[in-house]
T-cell receptor, first 114, second 108 residues
């Protein structure tokens, strides 16, 4: 089954404790991205990757890091989480950034930083 | 930059029709998507427009006018399960940008 898998689904952590949210897709998609979703603000892009070893900042990259060492995986790293990073996070992948290439989303990770 | 506007909330009765408007100002345009998102779940793809005009898919239709920077999603024969958020998203050169979403509540 074609899917994007994120882990964990839920995470409560303390300020400053490094964490990684994993994302994996099995569709051989080139393009992957991370979003955060906050009430009233919609989905905002954190980072994106157009292919292996090619990543770039989205609209809200501060406090986050990513890597793309393999095509299927695109982990999101919070080196020193802070309470303002409490949010619902989604990973997404698409075949490319070309026309008609719909995005497939993971199940979401609800992160709480206390 | 990207600026995508859609209404925050809409309420309609089961069996009725609802139209969700989306206006956008973006740098680069490779198409406009509509996604449906039920509370606490991931967004799922509904429709895609890249040329002006209407695309129909069962009870859902989407319209695009590139010259006006305008799209709408039309939901016909509303069902209770259509209660969800509907997200307008514009594909730019390298990224997909989303509006804040419109929460549609269907009443019996």
């Amino acid at each position: 089954e074609a899917q994007v898998t994120q882990n964990p689904r839920y995470l409560i952590t303390v300020t400053g404790k490094k964490l990684t949210v994993t994302c994996s897709q099995n569709m051989n998609h080139e393009y992957m991205s991370w979003y955060r979703q906050d009430p009233g603000l919609g989905l905002r892009q954190i980072y994106y990757s157009m292919n292996v070893e090619v990543t770039d900042k989205g609209d809200v990259p501060e406090g986050y890091k990513v890597s793309r060492k393999e095509k299927r995986n695109f982990p999101l790293i919070l080196e020193s989480p802070s309470p303002n990073q409490t949010s619902l996070y989604f990973c997404a992948s698409s075949l490319s950034t070309g026309t008609g290439s719909e995005a497939f989303f993971g199940q979401g990770t609800r992160l709480t930083v206390v | 930059g990207q600026n995508i506007d859609q209404p925050t909330e809409m309420t309609a009765t089961e069996g009725a029709i609802v139209q969700i408007n989306c206006t956008y100002q973006t740098s680069g345009f490779n198409g406009l998507f509509w996604y449906q998102q039920h509370a606490g779940e991931a967004p799922t793809f509904l429709s895609y427009n890249v040329l002006d005009g209407l695309e129909e898919k069962g009870r859902f239709s989407s319209f695009l006018s590139r010259s006006k920077g305008y799209s709408y999603l039309l939901l016909k024969e509303l069902q209770m399960k259509d209660s969800a958020s509907y997200l307008c998203a514009v594909q730019g050169d390298y990224k997909l940008s989303f509006g804040a979403g419109t929460t549609v509540t269907v009443r019996a």
